[in-house]
């Protein structure tokens, strides 16, 4: 099934394209790190589970440093970020 839109491909708003193709550089970037980033999430779990017992103090200024916080949250988004390209990528290969 051809894509309804591909009639339009070549008159589409300029900064719209490169604005696309910023999307994609942005994944070739973000996914040389993506295993770090699964690992850091991972880590940051895994210390809501035993951090705790294994080092009361660390836990305590783990769970208390707002800039560990806003890293938390900057990489859930960009695996988010990853996963949603990845699925539209299989979809564009797919088709």
């Not at 790190?33 to 705790?52: L, N, P, T, W, Y």
């Amino acid at each position: 099934m051809s894509d309804p839109a591909e009639k339009y491909r070549n008159s589409v708003d300029p900064d719209h394209e490169i604005a696309m193709q910023s999307i994609g550089f942005a994944r070739q970037i973000m996914q040389q790190h993506a295993a770090h980033f699964e690992r850091f999430i991972k880590a940051r779990q895994r210390m809501d589970s035993v951090g705790h017992i294994l080092d009361p103090s660390l836990y305590r200024d783990v769970i208390n440093s707002r800039s560990l916080a806003q890293q938390v949250e900057l990489v859930q988004a960009a695996m988010t970020f990853l996963r949603a390209i990845e699925k539209v990528a299989a979809e564009v290969v797919a088709s």
